[in-house]
């Protein structure tokens, strides 16, 4: 199934331009044929066109349907970005794709990337919401320093990940609750400084370690969000 992305089809019944292309030029959809559209909020909208227009294709809405996300939780990853900006890239398409409400690029002490254009990471949320068949797009924050975050994070669970081995850490799989909101803090490829860890730790978040192989940033952010999916299932 090809879905299509209007986060305002209900009020525009109008496929962005970008869309609009897809069904029109590569597709070669026509007047009368039906299309699938989300809108990024769990609607899914039935709709069926009305004017083929490659910029600016219009339809009729001819149902909406609500799917909610299969895992019951809220998940956040705050994650420091990656030097190599394919490596965050590829990081927010994978969790898109596995699933996931907020994703957070942190600031920290050690932090090799200082700025990062939220615009780009938009665009491949989209695209891995739309292939993997999701109804949610996850809000991508702009660039938030770790003593920022720490102060409004509001998730039932909060969890601190790092390498510093002085300061005691347990496995996160033995800890996570399912189905409960989950926030998880991965540091940069320098890690988290010693005072980052302990205003987190003091903030409430439990220190946790994703196993015994030293993971890199993204890695690890991907495999801390696919440990709760599979914590949740199993649950």
């Keep these: ?129 739309k292939q993997s068949l999701k109804t949610f797009l996850p809000e991508i924050s702009p660039m938030t320093t770790i003593a920022e975050f720490l102060r409004n994070d509001n998730s039932e669970q909060k969890f601190v990940a790092y390498c510093a081995p002085q300061i005691p850490r347990q496995l996160f799989s033995s800890l996570y609750v399912p189905n409960k909101s989950v926030t998880i803090l991965i540091g940069p490829e320098g890690d988290f400084s010693q005072e980052e860890i302990n205003a987190a730790i003091q903030s409430g978040y439990k220190p946790i370690t994703l196993g015994e192989a030293r993971l890199r940033t993204e890695t690890a952010a991907f495999v801390a969000c696919d440990t709760c999916h599979i914590l949740n299932q199993l649950k």
Aim: hydrophobic share 40%; charged share 25%.
């Design 1 to 129: 199934m090809i879905q299509f992305f209007a986060p305002d089809i209900e009020i525009t019944a109008t496929l962005p331009e970008s869309d609009s292309a897809h069904c029109i030029r590569v597709l070669r959809m026509k007047e009368g044929d039906t299309i699938t559209v989300i809108d990024g909020k769990g609607y899914i909208y039935n709709c069926r066109l009305l004017d083929a227009n490659p910029k600016r294709a219009t339809v009729d809405i001819l149902s909406k349907t609500f799917q909610p996300t299969f895992w019951k939780n809220n998940i956040t990853v705050a994650v420091a970005p990656t030097k190599h900006l394919d490596r965050m890239e590829w990081l927010v398409e994978k969790l898109t794709e596995v699933g996931v409400n907020n994703i957070v690029p942190l600031l920290c002490r050690y932090s090799e990337r200082k700025e990062i254009k939220t615009e780009r990471l938009q665009k491949i949320a989209i695209s891995a919401m």
